[in-house]
């Protein structure tokens, strides 16, 4: 059941997009659908642990002559709860969307959680899906003890923690503040659900098996998914470049969405569908 015609205007400046929400397994899903047709691949965003569609900017939302969906994950911004302790659950969710809306030529763009999420439905051979792209994940996403046991006895300490090791020394200020806002607004149980599915979260057995077109991108500042964790996807999956953005830290589309915009602009543009 799709329910269309929603506008809203983001709290940063962006243009006003369509909105819409889908029901999927008896949750309500809401995401942002494209303006245009897609002259080429399909984008899909997917946001990391905690996060929602507004991790991701203008920029990376009107890539030209794209078609960009944006979900909030099952317990995330405006999507119906709960949230899933599995990247495989959250998997389901995103292949059941693909399916729901039809999509095709899909090229998923993941986030850190969100990343691992897009390997997981590439290792499916999912026939919807024409390529990735991997921004700020890895193959096996370790999450501290201090994060994992801080989160429901300290969740204003453990935010304050993820937020000093999150961002990249450029980040401005505001936008950094914004995040942390963001963060605490988040049901605690949510967000400790999805830092359990990171920590379980292992495919570097499986991941050269990924045979799709992938771009990975990373920041050298990330401390969260240092660059070395970017590097070794781009060596073990058969069709993978990696792009480096230097001074970036784990949130890195939104520190540097231009440069994220024009990095898979490129790529889509290497593959024929820009």
Same mark, same amino acid.
């Given at each position: 059941?799709?329910?269309?015609?929603?506008?809203?205007?983001?709290?940063?400046?962006?243009?006003?997009?369509?909105?819409?929400?889908?029901?999927?397994?008896?949750?309500?899903i809401f995401y942002t659908q494209p303006q245009k047709s897609a002259g080429g691949a399909t984008l899909l965003l997917v946001h990391g642990a905690?996060?929602?569609?507004?991790?991701?900017?203008?920029?990376?939302?009107?890539?030209?002559?794209?078609?960009?969906?944006?979900?909030?994950?099952?317990?995330?911004?405006?999507?119906?709860?709960?949230?899933?302790?599995?990247?495989?659950?959250?998997?389901?969710?995103?292949?059941?969307?693909?399916?729901?809306?039809?999509?095709?030529?899909? %090229?998923? @763009? /993941?986030?850190?959680?969100?990343?691992?999420? #897009?390997? !997981?439905?590439?290792?499916?051979? +999912? =026939?919807?899906? $024409?390529?990735? %792209?991997? @921004? /700020?994940?890895?193959?096996?996403?370790?999450? #501290?003890? !201090?994060?994992?046991?801080?989160? +429901? =006895?300290?969740? $204003?300490?453990? %935010?304050?923690?993820?937020?000093?090791?999150?961002?990249?020394?450029?980040a401005p200020a505001p936008l950094v503040a914004r995040s942390r806002e963001r963060m605490l607004a988040v049901d605690p149980a949510v967000f400790?659900?999805?830092?359990?599915?990171?920590?379980?979260?292992?495919?570097?057995?499986?991941?050269?098996?990924?045979?799709?077109?992938?771009?990975?991108?990373s920041g050298a500042e990330d401390k969260m998914t240092p660059l070395k964790h970017g590097r070794l996807l781009a060596e073990q999956i058969p069709?993978?470049?990696?792009?480096?953005?230097?001074?970036?830290?784990?949130?890195?589309?939104?520190?540097?969405?231009?440069?994220?915009?024009?990095?898979?602009?490129?790529?889509?543009?290497?593959?024929?569908?820009?």
């Open positions: 059941m799709l329910r269309n015609g929603w506008v809203d205007r983001h709290a940063e400046g962006l243009d006003t997009w369509d909105m819409a929400t889908i029901t999927l397994a008896n949750q309500r905690g996060g929602s569609h507004l991790d991701w900017p203008a920029e990376i939302q009107r890539l030209p002559n794209t078609a960009v969906y944006n979900l909030d994950l099952p317990g995330h911004g405006r999507s119906d709860g709960p949230g899933h302790a599995t990247i495989d659950a959250y998997a389901d969710v995103v292949a059941e969307f693909i399916d729901a809306l039809a999509l095709e030529r899909v %090229v998923v @763009v /993941g986030h850190s959680m969100g990343g691992a999420i #897009a390997q !997981a439905l590439a290792l499916r051979r +999912l =026939p919807q899906l $024409a390529g990735l %792209v991997l @921004v /700020g994940t890895a193959a096996r996403l370790r999450v #501290a003890d !201090a994060i994992l046991e801080g989160i +429901l =006895p300290r969740f $204003a300490d453990t %935010v304050d923690l993820i937020t000093r090791f999150a961002w990249g020394p450029d400790q659900r999805d830092f359990l599915a990171c920590d379980a979260f292992d495919v570097r057995a499986q991941v050269a098996q990924i045979a799709l077109p992938t771009l990975v991108i069709q993978a470049t990696l792009v480096t953005l230097d001074g970036a830290g784990h949130y890195l589309p939104l520190e540097q969405p231009q440069a994220v915009a024009a990095a898979i602009t490129q790529f889509l543009e290497a593959a024929g569908d820009a």
